[in-house]
């Protein structure tokens, strides 16, 4: 009794002396949920039971054991206890165990493999006696490790194993994510937190996009001026390549090239001229955007060049595919050039398109002389190109579904693009094959899976994974689970969990937010600018590129604006249009961490309508923030709106509806590559308060 008195007088004190909107914003709820399985697995039931973990926690690994299953159950270890703080004793898993006593017991049928098509199935069983994880190879049992970390949860008794039975294996085989280290070069650190991060999404392919016309950013021996010329000195070597592919091989994860072309290859040109079909004398590209520059293809030099440049990256690369770009050719350098002109006509080539598949039916010839299979963008389905290549549809589902029929395998990455910036929510529900798309069981096999395309002109060291991560996860859930698992408040719900799980693996897509306020505001209280960022969002499309009247973005401008820590779903936004839509219909459910949405709403809105005056002195100091001083006005202007209309009680005239529609009109606006997002809830408050 004296110690529970105690204890109450200690929290009496501390919720004294805290402010009442502090307790309840970091009290983040916690929707007592044991579901947070991201991807959601093809079987799986919970049995509503726990299985609590102490410090004598063991684990036991039998059967076909390799480097996948040892390290990645060591890493598995590592994690629990490092979330739990529990000092797990266990050393360092090297070889089989056979450790009945174990608290959980791993049975690997088959050694693990990086390969299309591998059998990735595991069981999952928790029960209050104990944890059983089956696979018929190690690829399997590594992705158990990741589901069964995503059980751990914890209550007034401890950390515990929500106990359950689990199925699984993924719906496509091919589960993609393209990083661009063209535009910007990233460390191999960088790289390797990412494949953590797609080991823990149960991704299992990692595409390099390795030249471009910015950059050649991989070692060549055989031609060292492609990356000594081409890449100002930011480049892989061979060396750091193995050690890439060797890391993501562990982790169950194929590694594959692109070498871009073609076109994008202005970087290959600056050593090697004699392979453009341009007489002149190139430079590293510094701007964005589609270029002339193309590989000769009207000359045996480029195909010999190709052939001993492939062979060796064919080495290097063991994945069985080689992707060759082949995207966005303008073909005018090709127009240009008499003698390219002169070997369509001799050879009866009527366009740039038949030219380009002449091309690529001679690298096919190579790339199959080294026993690799073709990739391209969906440019390269042209109909004399044979059905043994991959398809990777950018432009539109259509040319996959087209190529799926015509027998071409095929992966989906329109609709995938994360450079976009559209919201979490569209891409998740971009399905590589609808239901009613009725595609017969054999066209649907071709469909392989799909990739996210991680493009890097507006991608730094600092802000890649904030781009990649978290909205990639939801993606990963489209490619791993069944086709009904479309739910979005719960993807929401379920990506947040995941969002933060990363971050043990070093990944900085959060703390790189933080980061970047600190340096916006010189180290200034950042609450303000906060606020700010959770509601505005980063305009959608390529519009960025453009910058209408403003400077032009080149390779070595500046990615440390508000811009470049922006979200795609801002998350308070996202939660005040929710609440919008809960409050309007009459709904006002317990939301977030308040008892209504009506309460969450006001309590929102208020703090925004209040924010400009917090944040304006801050920009005053920051010359860099200046230009989101009107954006930091405007939203609290807006939120007062939101604000007054929650209050007026329906009593706003036509005209005064009219008035203040008018007003959040032009605030749509974008400000700094900005939009506002609460726009939407604050115009269907104010449609909903005028007089009946
Ligand atoms: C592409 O986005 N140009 C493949």
Redesign the pocket.
């Given at each position: 009794m004296r110690t529970k008195g105690v204890l109450i007088l200690i929290v009496a004190l501390m919720l004294f002396g805290c402010n009442q909107d502090e307790i309840k914003e970091n009290s983040k709820i916690r929707e007592n949920n044991d579901m947070n399985l991201m991807p959601i697995p093809k079987e799986v039931n919970l049995t509503n039971n726990k299985f609590y973990i102490n410090e004598d926690f063991k684990l036991s690994v039998d059967g076909k054991i390799g480097e996948m299953v040892t390290t990645n159950s060591t890493r598995f270890l590592r994690r629990l206890a490092g979330r739990t703080g529990l000092f797990l004793d266990q050393d360092f898993i090297t070889k089989n165990s056979n450790d009945k006593s174990a608290e959980l017991q791993i049975l690997s049928k088959g050694l693990g493999k990086v390969k299309l098509n591998v059998d990735e199935s595991y069981s999952l069983e928790v029960s209050e006696k104990g944890i059983q994880l089956s696979a018929n190879n190690e690829n399997g049992i590594i992705y158990g490790l990741e589901t069964l970390l995503q059980l751990l949860n914890s209550d007034e008794e401890g950390y515990y194993f929500t106990s359950c039975k689990i199925e699984d294996e993924p719906r496509f085989p091919w589960r993609g994510l393209m990083i661009d280290v063209s535009r910007h070069c990233y460390p191999v650190n960088v790289i390797k937190r990412n494949i953590d991060a797609m080991l823990a999404t149960k991704m299992n392919v990692l595409h390099l996009h390795l030249s471009e016309d910015q950059g050649f950013r991989v070692e060549s021996k055989v031609y060292p001026k492609l990356h000594e010329m081409g890449s100002d000195g930011l480049y892989f070597t061979q060396n750091q390549i193995k050690e890439i592919i060797e890391y993501a091989k562990v982790r169950g994860i194929r590694v594959y090239p692109e070498f871009d072309m073609p076109s994008?290859s202005t970087a290959w040109f600056i050593g090697y001229p004699k392979l453009s079909s341009k007489d002149t004398v190139y430079s590293i590209e510094r701007t964005w955007g589609i270029q002339n520059p193309a590989m000769n293809p009207a000359s045996e030099y480029t195909y010999q060049f190709l052939d001993k440049f492939i062979g060796e990256m064919a080495q290097l690369f063991p994945d069985e595919y080689f992707h060759i770009?082949g995207?966005?050719n303008n073909g005018i350098h090709w127009k240009d050039n008499k003698n390219i002109q002169k070997y369509m006509k001799e050879n009866g080539i009527k366009d740039k398109h038949e030219l380009q598949t002449k091309f690529n039916q001679r690298i096919l010839k190579i790339l199959t002389k080294y026993n690799k299979k073709m990739v391209g963008?969906d440019e390269i389905l042209q109909p004399e190109m044979p059905n043994n290549i991959v398809i990777?549809s950018?432009?539109g589902k259509k040319a996959m579904i087209e190529a799926a029929k015509k027998g071409y395998t095929a992966i989906l990455?329109n609709g995938y693009?994360i450079d976009l910036f559209w919201d979490t929510e569209r891409h998740y529900l971009n399905d590589p094959v609808l239901e009613n798309e009725n595609l017969s069981p054999e066209v649907e096999k071709n469909i392989l899976g799909g990739e996210v395309?991680s493009?890097a002109e507006f991608t730094t060291t600092e802000n890649v994974d904030s781009r990649i991560w978290p909205r990639t996860a939801a993606i990963a859930e489209r490619f791993w689970s069944p086709r009904d698992v479309k739910n979005v408040d719960d993807m929401y719900r379920r990506l947040e969990m995941v969002s933060f799980h990363l971050e043990e693996l070093g990944l900085t897509h959060l703390t790189n937010r933080e980061m970047g306020m600190r340096r916006l505001t010189n180290n200034e209280n950042t609450n303000s600018l906060e606020n700010l960022i959770n509601v505005i969002e980063s305009i959608e499309g390529y519009t960025r590129h453009k910058r209408e009247g403003l400077k032009k973005y080149l390779q070595q401008s500046p990615l440390t604006r508000l811009i470049d820590i922006s979200y795609s779903d801002a998350p308070v936004a996202r939660k005040i249009r929710k609440a919008t839509d809960e409050y309007l219909s009459g709904k006002n459910s317990a939301l977030y961490f308040t008892d209504n949405s009506e309460e969450y709403l006001k309590y929102e809105l208020k703090k925004l309508s209040e924010n400009h005056k917090k944040l304006k002195p801050i920009i005053d100091n920051s010359p860099i923030l200046k230009e989101i001083e009107q954006l930091s006005e405007n939203v609290s202007i807006v939120a007062k709106i939101g604000l007054e209309a929650i209050n007026s009680d329906k009593k706003y005239s036509k005209s005064q509806k009219e008035k203040l529609l008018k007003i959040l009109e032009k605030a749509k606006e974008p400000i700094a590559e900005f939009e506002n997002r609460i726009i939407p809830a604050v115009e269907k408050l104010i449609k909903n308060s005028v007089k009946e």
């Open positions: 994008h770009g995207d966005e963008w990777q950018w432009r990455s693009y395309t493009w």
